[in-house]
């Protein structure tokens, strides 16, 4: 049985940073991603790392301030994320999926991740 587990949200301020931590078990999933859903919105993606490169790839208001890393001893994915605003405020879930024919591809749609955490949930308040 494989398991995604998060952790690491919570309230925060504007401006303040946390880190997301997803944790595997089970099995060993080629890129493990982050993806985020606000109320009323649809789950979007956040950012993504590959296991053999370590190739990224990152939502675009987000990459200046996000930085996903991979700690494959731990089996462990971080999503570092500074200088938060109030439209970071969402339900956090780390997905994994399986390797591609390209190993230099990195997933992005949700549809690609066949695993999903439960997910962690992040407030910024202004």
């Known amino acids: 049985q494989v398991n995604l587990v998060e952790s690491g949200g919570g309230l925060v301020q504007a401006g303040a940073s946390l880190r997301l931590s997803c944790t595997l078990s089970?099995?060993?999933?080629?890129?493990v991603g982050w993806f985020r859903q606000a109320p009323g919105m649809e789950r979007e993606f956040v950012a993504a790392?590959?296991?053999?490169?370590?190739?990224?790839r990152y939502k675009d208001s987000v990459k200046e301030r996000f930085t996903i890393s991979r700690d494959n001893a731990k089996s462990t994915i971080y999503l570092r994320m500074n200088n938060l605003t109030p439209e970071d405020t969402a339900t956090y879930y780390c997905?994994?999926?399986?390797?591609?024919?390209?190993?230099?591809?990195?997933?992005?749609?949700?549809?690609?991740?066949?695993?999903w955490g439960q997910g962690t949930q992040v407030i910024v308040s202004s």
């Open positions: 997905a994994a999926a399986p390797r591609s024919s390209d190993l230099r591809y990195v997933a992005s749609r949700i549809e690609e991740y066949t695993v």
């Open positions: 089970g099995r060993t999933f080629y890129t």
């Open positions: 790392v590959t296991r053999n490169f370590g190739d990224k």
